[in-house]
């Protein structure tokens, strides 16, 4: 399979997402941490992530996303996703990487790679880190990313009330924030 490359780095490589990745998918959208955090991007059957991924292949064309990306570690397995998703006052982005996975760094250095490439694609200069305050593990990925903390409260997050925090990453080339930026709004 021929991957369109959008990130690399030593260990991993990030990609347009494609169809014959549909079973990796579906078996990492199973786990139970992407049940519990992240409950809109579990898929009950294999169609269903190749449904998803069909769309999402049809999204890197335009301009409102949402655009979701594979990381594969080298030579092609698929680990997880990140992607970037407009919200009211910008882009949202968010990781996943399966639990076979985990506690690898994966997640941080995958943000890490895919930050310049989607900003400069957004044309921004700022992007969000919008988690559960009691998923310490995406906190940590934010954190080593440098993304800076802007607010913590209760909210409504995936169709529940929870204590949310709300990350701001800004471009080193960015001038420091106005008084007139304002928050997104709660998930």
């Known amino acids: 399979m021929n991957y369109k490359i959008i990130a690399t780095t030593p260990r991993i ?12 998918v579906y078996r ?14 579990v898929f009950e059957t294999p169609a269903a992530a190749r449904k998803a991924i069909e769309f999402l292949i049809s999204r890197y064309s335009g301009e409102d996303g949402p655009f979701v990306y594979a990381v594969l570690l080298r030579p ?12 009211d ?7 996943q990487v399966a ?8 997640a941080t250095e995958a943000l890490t790679a895919f930050i310049p490439y989607i900003m400069r694609r957004l044309g ?3 992007l969000w880190g919008i988690c559960r305050a009691d998923n310490n593990a995406s906190l940590r990925v934010l954190e080593k990313c440098g993304f800076e903390l802007e607010s913590e409260g209760e909210a409504v997050y995936h169709g529940k009330i ?16 106005s008084c007139g930026d304002v928050l997104p709004p709660e998930r």
């Open 13 to 24: 490589f990030i990609t347009e997402l494609a169809p014959c990745l549909a079973d990796e």
């Open 28 to 41: 990492a959208a199973l786990d139970a941490s992407n049940r519990e955090f992240l409950p809109d991007e």
């Open 76 to 87: 092609g397995e698929y680990v997880g996703h990140v992607e970037a998703v407009q919200i």
């Open 89 to 95: 006052h910008g882009w949202e982005v968010g990781y």
């Open 99 to 106: 639990e076979a996975y985990t506690g690898r760094g994966l």
């Open 124 to 126: 921004t200069d700022k």
């Open 162 to 177: 929870h204590m949310i925090r709300r990350y701001v990453y800004r471009s080193p080339e960015a001038s420091s924030a």
